[in-house]
């Protein structure tokens, strides 16, 4: 990691922000930090972010639950063979219902688990370079530099159209 | 523009909706007072009917469902709305939803919470009910994987873990930002519930893909539920329950009575947490087109099952409906047709949508309307069953009546609480959706001009 210095920028909407993301990337310095306060398609695009993995943990959990479902109706079945209303034991129909449930089930909170894991929450010691603006109205870059790049990229990031830029020792 | 959304930014957003969590009032205490103490009636109720045995209820023969059944379909059924405007509309990109979605999900959320209480009260033993629970046992009890019974206990307990789920991750982001505002024991609250979120763009590419996958994953769960309690009832070798248009009949009739209850509630809750900026009549407009169609679907269903009961020409079915329409349930069979048919039909003229007290009205219009077709089938049909001489009039006791108010209560006092104490509109989405909400805002004016 680079020693010295750390620049936060605020921005005031999603286009000026994703200038300062290609200023930053112009300058070849580390970007470390990027807020926004809704989820923005134009900033994951400029930092090359690929999708999300949470939807293998989707996927695996809804296998899980699918799997669970029958596992749970046929082996519970078999271990209870009581025929009602002339049906077989294992009578797959009335069983995909179960199946479709818990699919639905173990894939939403499978979901929210890989959630939790690649957003690291819950935390509760508050991120360093956060700014309580970024949950109202503000952009935010934060980017760790050498103390002599810090004039050049703080006329870099007005350019792009940053309000405040803040000087910091990393 | 000159009209109430001219100041619409960012940062406008934050302070119209954390506007809604200040420090309530007398009015709100006394408020949730009253309704704590429905809520205290309708469980000492309860106990005297657990001490004393069902029958201090109306239930007999042949009448075995009745009012406690009914509550449980018609809250199931309220809780659709919500999983169809924060989901469903969510896949389609719906711009209205935004404002709404949030007090629609949390209505989501308590009437699911209100319903799982029904099947507890109408048990006889209920210290006993986990004998409903299929496991194995040393009981002897047979787990029967092919009762409709025992899919609503998996598709209901689902449905209120992935509407919680659903609702807690949208609130994650809009209760960091009450955080950063809040002060004292508030910001304490919101800091737990918040997981330590703070916006990186990281963290709202897992938040979407999880959002969008979970709406995913609600849209099919939703039909499903609704699906799945009607077979309770068409699964059953009874006339007027016997039918296979239940399963899109009941999910219909859900979203239809939910959607009527979001205008109840949002409507007061719109003026008394002054969120005229957020709500305009554009979304009502919106969501009263929703329910107009929602009528026509169940009026059509209605004329299906009546006509299918002739039709197929079983003496059984034809006399179920037959005394559904002249018998002795006859005035409220009459009320629900009036209520959920003709009624909803003023929502055709734009000024009675754009009426926010005419709506009211309607909606509440629906609401019974909505109890009352629950009511018809599964007490009515039960009453006039196949022997003649079976055939009994059901009339619910005042232990049933205070414990179907108290739902109401329980149902309106989380609300309430929830008002007050955490976001009901999305910030994060509204945010999103500004500049729709200028476009409602221009087209209001332009209309009042």
């Known amino acids: 990691m680079t020693e010295g210095l750390r620049v936060t920028a605020l921005f005031p909407d999603e286009g000026t922000c994703v200038r300062g993301v290609e200023a930053v990337r112009r300058a070849g310095v580390e970007l470390t930090g990027v807020f926004s306060p809704f989820p923005c398609e134009a900033l994951h695009h400029a930092l090359g972010q690929r999708r999300s993995p949470v939807r293998l943990w989707v996927l695996l959990g809804g296998l899980t639950g699918c799997l669970s479902g029958f596992w749970l109706t046929i082996g519970l079945s078999l271990a209870y063979p009581h025929v009602t209303g002339g049906m077989p034991i294992v009578s797959i129909p009335p069983f995909v219902i179960i199946a479709f449930e818990l699919t639905i089930l173990f894939g939403a909170l499978s979901g929210l688990t890989g959630f939790l894991v690649h957003a690291r929450v819950p935390r509760l010691d508050p991120e360093p370079d956060y700014d309580p603006r970024f949950s109202e109205d503000r952009f935010g870059l934060i980017v760790r530099c050498h103390p002599a790049h810090g004039a050049l990229l703080e006329a870099a990031l007005r350019e792009a159209g940053a309000t405040e830029v803040r000087h910091d020792r990393a | ?449």
Not at chain 2, 272 to 284: C, D, K, N
Not at chain 2, 320 to 339: D, I, K, N
Not at chain 2, 340 to 369: E, H, K, M, Q
């Open chain 2, 1 to 449: 523009m000159s009209g109430p959304g001219r100041e619409l930014d960012y940062a406008h957003v934050n302070r119209l909706v954390l506007r809604t969590l200040t420090p309530p009032g007398r009015a709100y205490w006394t408020l949730v007072a009253l309704l704590a103490a429905m809520v205290a009636a309708g469980a000492s109720t309860w106990m005297f009917q657990v001490w004393t045995g069902l029958g201090v209820t109306g239930l007999r023969q042949p009448v075995m469902w009745a009012t406690y059944i009914t509550n449980f379909v018609f809250w199931v059924g309220i809780a659709h709305s919500g999983t169809l405007i924060s989901a469903i509309l969510f896949l389609f990109r719906s711009r209205w939803r935004t404002p709404v979605y949030r007090a629609a999900e949390t209505m989501t959320v308590f009437a699911v919470m209100t319903a799982g209480l029904f099947p507890l009260i109408h048990l006889g033993r209920v210290w006993f009910f986990y004998w409903l629970l299929p496991y194995p046992n040393e009981r002897g009890l047979q787990p029967n994987f092919r009762s409709p019974l025992v899919w609503d206990a998996f598709a209901v307990s689902t449905y209120l873990i992935v509407s919680v789920t659903f609702l807690f991750l949208g609130l994650v982001p809009d209760v960091a930002a009450a955080r950063d505002a809040a002060r004292g024991w508030r910001r304490r609250f919101y800091t737990v519930l918040a997981l330590g979120w703070h916006g990186t763009v990281e963290q709202w590419r897992h938040f979407s893909m999880a959002y969008l996958l979970l709406a995913g994953l609600a849209t099919p769960l939703v039909i499903s539920v609704h699906s799945v309690v009607s077979w309770d009832f068409a699964m059953a070798q009874l006339p007027g329950w016997h039918s296979t248009i239940f399963a899109p009949y009941f999910v219909a009739g859900a979203i239809f009575s939910g959607c009527a209850l979001v205008l109840t509630l949002l409507i007061p809750v719109r003026r008394l947490l002054g969120l005229e900026e957020a709500i305009t009549p554009w979304h009502f407009d919106s969501l009263a087109k929703v329910i107009l169609l929602m009528s026509l679907v169940v009026t059509y269903s209605y004329a299906t099952e009546s006509f299918i009961a002739w039709y197929g020409n079983n003496p059984f079915e034809k006399t179920t409906f037959w005394l559904r329409a002249f018998g002795p349930y006859a005035p409220l069979f009459w009320t629900m047709v009036a209520c959920n048919c003709v009624i909803p039909l003023l929502l055709f003229s734009r000024r009675i949508r754009r009426s926010l007290r005419a709506l009211f009205v309607i909606s509440l219009f629906i609401n019974v309307g909505m109890w009352l077709e629950r009511f018809v089938i599964i007490a009515g049909s039960l009453s006039t069953n196949f022997m003649p001489s079976q055939w009994a009039f059901y009339r619910p006791t005042w232990v049933e009546m205070t414990i179907t108010g108290a739902s109401f209560a329980w149902f309106l006092l989380w609300f309430t609480l929830f008002a007050k104490f955490l976001p009901i509109v999305s910030m994060t989405e509204l945010k999103e959706g500004i500049p729709w909400l200028r476009q409602a805002h221009e087209e209001t004016e332009a209309r009042a001009a």
